[in-house]
């Protein structure tokens, strides 16, 4: 049997290399086997922090009894969801419709081409509470299309009919009326516990963002009130920094514990804009979002950045014990003895009190995770905090996918930038950088981006409409605060190249290129799930790109774009929290609040000067700012005949006389004109 998985550039795939069953990478050889042999697929689909995945390849994917079932039968595919979004994307789509639901691991029986005939999750070795074994459903399979074959492909042609719409994009009723839209994706809001919706409950930083953009009373106490509970709970990382994936219960008591980058990089935005919201006159929700901030940026340059600059993807669930034994969230949880152990027994005490460590537990074996309550001594949660991370050090550490994602990537640069401009931190501005130059000298191979890479080796797999989108973002934010066109001039690339390759005909974007592997739908997500769409990912690059290089062509094709997201955000407005806060944008400019650009001039052309913070902290949502020196180019004009210091603010063609004074600046930045 080969072993094909061995050299993928997916750690995940690297993980099933030595199972007993004969794994393929998806691609033309494992679709040409199994057409050639008559067999059908089985589809797998996975990453490398899922919890779930882990088991069944455990249970089920190494056992040899298993392999000796699928691999006379089927042509085994395994596919990293991370790295190959576009068939996460079509298959998902599939197990939806088939059973009502999704999730990872996702399983999957295709037709020799590809075809959905049969799908599911996760299956367990033996049947349980009514769910047959995974054994018990190969075996079906294969006797199905083994006995009735062409019933089988009937089937699978009706499910794909069936399907043919799945990524239509939805009408629009009439013109997008925000308000009333801002206060449904609000009514979703848990007054009890914060955040949205019932447990299972993710972050919802898309949405919050949303929410926070005109900083209307209402809306704005949902956001922070949001932010403030998850920064409380469990799900944050106390100790470490940083947000595990999705909470198991409704109070962000217990998590799902993996750390995906993607997560951490749009929440570490969020409280950046939350702590921006939030006045003076609220020092506890201010040290609770700058600690946020401070925890997640910390986390990300000690733990995800990779040797050559770029971020990996996620850190496991699962870590082994000091017995050599795994389990989900080992490394997070202690007890009042594992705290008295660490800190002694008064530290121990208070250590157990402020972060709610009780005798019977929050999580297994009688282990609690850590969630912050009431308002401890900053000071002193300070020390203690560090001393239990220094201890949890000694544990051992889950284990790290170093597969570089751009989209994911630019996520991170994007807002690594920003909190770097409004706490003054130098070395989260050299974090984006680094992460920013790795993009570029690996992933941008023969003029296209490419999705992922391993070990500074590009994967073979091209970006899709999000990494340009993602990227381009990135790059045009850390242009201007740094005041290097270079940037800015990559950023263009990058759109110039996407926008053909990625042109859906009404306005708005596939996910997938036009020369990309045809599968039997071609995806096109509108919905942030939970991450910005494709599309969405495209129209926030295009518009700042469009402003810091004032080409108002990039603005025109990102307002057609949003155009093809109105539908999507009338329906769904929660899940759709990335076009619902462009529309709130928009509507602000339909009010004379058009999105300015603020070009901070100084001599030295710090960006971390007393003038450039004080525009990126006070700027409306959809502000483009650059600073620089005098006579910098390659901004357009924005440096033209602007030989004194100050920042300048132009709004359209409106433009305010310089200032330094910061009381002159906000009227400037918020002055509706």
């Not at 050559?308 to 997070?332: M, P, R």
């Not at 999105?595 to 700027?619: I, K, N, Q, Y």
């Amino acid at each position: 049997m080969a072993n094909r998985l061995a050299a993928a550039s997916s750690p995940y795939l690297r993980m099933h290399a030595d199972n007993p069953i004969d794994w393929w990478e998806w691609g033309p050889d494992a679709l040409a086997e199994a057409r050639a042999s008559n067999r059908p697929i089985l589809l797998s689909v996975g990453y490398a922090s899922c919890h779930w995945c882990h088991v069944m390849a455990h249970e089920s994917f190494s056992d040899p009894a298993v392999a000796a079932v699928v691999n006379p039968s089927f042509v085994a595919v395994k596919v990293d969801r991370e790295e190959r979004p576009d068939v996460d994307a079509v298959y998902m789509k599939a197990t939806q419709a088939l059973t009502g639901s999704g999730g990872w691991p996702m399983t999957v029986f295709l037709t020799p081409d590809g075809r959905p005939l049969f799908a599911g999750t996760y299956y367990p070795p033996v049947p349980t509470s009514g769910m047959p074994s995974f054994t018990q459903v190969v075996e079906a399979i294969a006797e199905a299309w083994q006995q009735r074959g062409d019933e089988a492909s009937s089937s699978a042609d009706a499910i794909v009919a069936a399907l043919a719409d799945s990524f239509a994009v939805p009408a629009a009723a009439g013109p997008v009326e925000v308000w009333p839209l801002l206060q449904q994706a609000a009514a979703g809001f848990d007054a009890v516990h914060g955040g949205f919706g019932t447990a299972p409950k993710f972050p919802a930083p898309l949405l919050i963002d949303a929410l926070l953009v005109k900083g209307d009373p209402g809306t704005l106490d949902v956001a922070q009130r949001s932010l403030e509970a998850m920064a409380r709970g469990g799900i944050h990382d106390q100790l470490g920094g940083g947000f595990h994936r999705y909470s198991v219960d409704a109070g962000w008591v217990t998590p799902h514990f993996e750390k995906m980058l993607y997560d951490n990089a749009l929440l570490l935005g969020s409280y950046v804009r939350g702590w921006r919201r939030t006045a003076d006159h609220e020092p506890v929700l201010r040290w609770h979002h700058e600690r946020v901030v401070r925890g997640i940026a910390g986390w990300l340059g000690r733990e995800l950045r990779t040797e050559a600059g770029g971020f990996a993807s996620s850190l496991d669930a699962d870590s082994l014990d000091a017995h050599g034994t795994q389990h989900e969230g080992i490394y997070y949880c202690w007890n009042p003895d594992l705290l008295a152990d660490a800190l002694g027994r008064e530290d121990g005490d208070w250590a157990a009190d402020a972060f709610h460590v009780t005798r019977a537990g929050t999580f297994e074996h009688g282990l609690s995770t850590l969630q912050l309550r009431g308002t401890p001594d900053s000071g002193r949660l300070t020390i203690v905090s560090e001393r239990l991370l220094a201890e949890r050090f000694r544990r051992y550490a889950p284990a790290r996918d170093d597969k570089v994602v751009a989209a994911w990537n630019g996520w991170a640069i994007d807002s690594l930038v920003q909190a770097a401009v409004v706490f003054d931190e130098p070395d989260w501005l050299e974090l984006a950088r680094g992460a920013a130059e790795y993009l570029w000298d690996v992933h941008w191979v023969e003029g296209r981006l490419r999705r992922s890479s391993l070990d500074g080796v590009p994967g073979g797999v091209d970006g899709f409409a999000d990494d340009y989108g993602a990227v381009a973002l990135g790059f045009a934010r850390l242009a201007g605060a740094v005041g290097e066109s270079g940037w800015l001039d990559r950023a263009r690339t990058l759109l110039d190249v996407a926008l053909p390759l990625f042109d859906a005909g009404d306005g708005g974007f596939y996910d997938s290129a036009a020369d990309a592997e045809e599968l039997f739908a071609r995806p096109r997500e509108l919905s942030d799930n939970p991450t910005p769409s494709g599309t969405s990912a495209l129209v926030a690059a295009l518009r700042l790109v469009g402003l810091l290089a004032d080409v108002p062509a990039y603005q025109e094709r990102a307002d057609a774009a949003a155009s093809t997201l109105r539908g999507m955000l009338q329906a769904a407005p929660r899940f759709a929290g990335s076009a619902l806060a462009d529309a709130l944008v928009a509507d602000e400019a339909r009010t004379g609040l058009k999105p300015a650009v603020a070009v901070v001039v100084s001599e030295d052309g710090d960006p971390l000067g007393r003038l450039a913070r004080a525009v990126w902290r006070m700027a409306p949502a959809g502000t483009a700012v650059v600073v620089g020196r005098p006579g910098t180019e390659g901004f357009a004009h924005h440096f033209d005949e602007r030989p004194e210091p100050g920042a300048y603010v132009c709004r359209g063609t409106v433009c305010f006389p310089p200032t330094s004074d910061l009381k002159e600046l906000r009227t400037a930045l918020w002055s509706r004109t």
